[in-house]
């Protein structure tokens, strides 16, 4: 790992497993985390901003090229002005966790992730973001608990091709500003104990592959409070009529009883489908 601070020399580099910047006010920062494995950030009680001569890529950041594995960043206050994201991390890097961070200002996305393994958001405040609050691009293994991920101007959360189910729990997921507070994409999450409300568009939005695994814990876990307010909540009123809900049962649901233990959606280049698997 390196860390250039404004009282190193700026062509120097400090190189260590665990960085410890706690209670510090940082203006001028750039962090990265290349060809490294198991390395901690402690950055509790600090706060940190671009230097204007930096990287605009992002506050902490893997490139393409670089590996990291095993990367835990605890604390701080990570303010993105002027960088596309505070935390920006391309292919080739596994076991990341983030916890107690507070991200704002970010231009695109307060964290991006592609192709990252194994991802856990604990206790996460995520805000202002210019587009959203976290893009997961093609990861695997999402684990988001505590956190208040909100007001980003177009969705809040956005998982995309992403493999296995995105578990999220006890997450507030309200009020984007132009957008959705989970979109969904050719992938599985499973929302427990979340808060999706006041968006600018749909709560949750869904393309693609959609399952049980999403759509059966919608009506129990999520504070939507009436089905009306649901059907609102995931933008698409007709959800009952084929899926249903605890108080009355839709299509799929009916069809339990003589066999049918699946559905999802399917599209080709004309239509859309709802399934239904014997």
């Known amino acids: 790992a390196y860390a250039v601070f404004p009282s190193y020399n700026p062509n120097s580099y400090k190189s260590a497993k665990e960085v410890s910047v706690k209670n510090w006010t940082l203006t001028d920062v750039n962090l990265g985390v290349m060809t490294a494995s198991s390395v901690k950030i402690d950055a509790t009680g600090s706060t940190f901003k671009k230097d204007s001569t930096l990287s605009s890529s992002g506050l902490i950041r893997v490139t ?39 991200i704002k200002n970010a231009s695109d996305a307060g964290i991006y992730l592609s192709a990252t393994k194994g991802v856990t958001l604990d206790t996460v405040e995520i805000t202002a973001s210019g587009s959203y609050g976290v893009n997961f691009s093609s990861c695997s293994d999402i684990t988001i608990k505590g956190c208040t991920i909100t ?7 956005i998982l995309q091709t992403t493999s296995g189910t995105a578990n999220i729990s006890d997450t507030n997921l309200s009020s984007s500003t132009g957008g959705y ?15 999706v409300d006041n968006n600018y568009f749909n709560g949750i939005s869904c393309t693609g592959k959609a399952t049980e695994s999403f759509f059966s814990v ?20 007709i959800a009952d009529a084929l899926i249903g809900h605890s108080g009355s049962e839709g299509f799929a649901l009916n069809l339990r009883d003589i066999g ?19």
């Open 151 to 157: 007001s980003n101007k177009n969705t809040n959360v």
């Open 218 to 237: 919608l009506d129990k876990y999520i504070n939507s409070g009436s089905a009306e307010q649901l059907n609102l909540a995931i933008g698409n009123s």
């Open 181 to 195: 507070g989970i979109y969904v994409q050719e992938c599985d999450a499973k929302l427990t104990n979340c808060t």
């Open 260 to 278: 049918a233990n699946d559905y999802y959606f399917e599209s080709d280049s004309e239509n859309n489908y709802f399934c239904i698997d014997f």
């Open 64 to 102: 393409s090229g670089q590996t990291a594995n095993n990367v835990t960043i605890n604390g701080g206050t990570w303010d993105a002005s002027g960088c596309q994201s505070a935390f920006r991390f391309y292919p080739n890097m596994s076991n990341l966790t983030i916890s107690n961070a507070t």
